[in-house]
């Protein structure tokens, strides 16, 4: 389980469009936010993306990078960069499964064709959002079982302005007895 506040997993994954995201190289000032999302069958997924897309400069200019995550394929990874019109949010892709579950996520199989007509992989990860810290460490995250209900981006935006820039700490680190 991610703890709060603790190193995340290591996460290296190609990008659509060329190069690699790797967050132990990542420079953002104020940390990373991964959106891990299901893959180009969920028309939620796409959405949703066109939500982060969009704010994807303010989150740059404030110190916070941003990536989209999916264990699809490199030309679904692509269809998906074309379908939310991307040009700021960097869109990864062949997130190996056990990265997956290594990062709490929950895995699915495949349901057949979805909503929009597009077959959903054998197997694929549920959404994850996660705010990590440049230093590697877990400020904030949320996984999900489903596609729907997910964070919105501009609470987490807001969350950058206020409490990290306060310097709130991450919570939910205890371990201990209850």
């Not at 940390?31 to 969009?54: F, Q, S």
């Not at 939310?84 to 997130?95: Q, T």
């Not at 959002?129 to 729907?148: A, C, W």
Request: aromatic share 8%; net charge negative; glycine share 10%.
């Amino acid at each position: 389980m991610l703890m709060p506040r603790q190193k995340t997993p290591n996460l290296t994954v190609p990008l659509a469009g060329g190069g690699q995201f790797d967050l132990a190289s990542e420079g953002a000032e104020r940390g990373t936010v991964i959106c891990v999302y299901r893959g180009l069958h969920c028309p939620l997924c796409a959405t949703y993306l066109k939500e982060l897309e969009k704010l994807t400069p303010e989150f740059n200019a404030r110190g916070v990078g941003t990536v989209g995550i999916s264990t699809d394929p490199q030309d679904r990874a692509e269809d998906m960069v074309t379908k939310i019109d991307a040009k700021h949010l960097r869109i990864g892709y062949d997130l190996p499964l056990q990265d997956a579950r290594d990062w709490g996520l929950y895995i699915s199989t495949s349901k057949g064709a979805s909503s929009i007509g597009i077959v959903e992989p054998d197997l694929f990860a549920e959404p994850g959002l996660f705010l990590v810290q440049p230093d590697r460490s877990l400020y904030y995250m949320s996984v999900q079982t489903m596609p729907f209900v997910r964070p919105h981006f501009s609470e987490l935006l807001s969350a950058v302005d206020g409490a990290m820039k306060s310097g709130y700490p991450a919570r939910g680190e205890y371990t201990g007895a209850v």
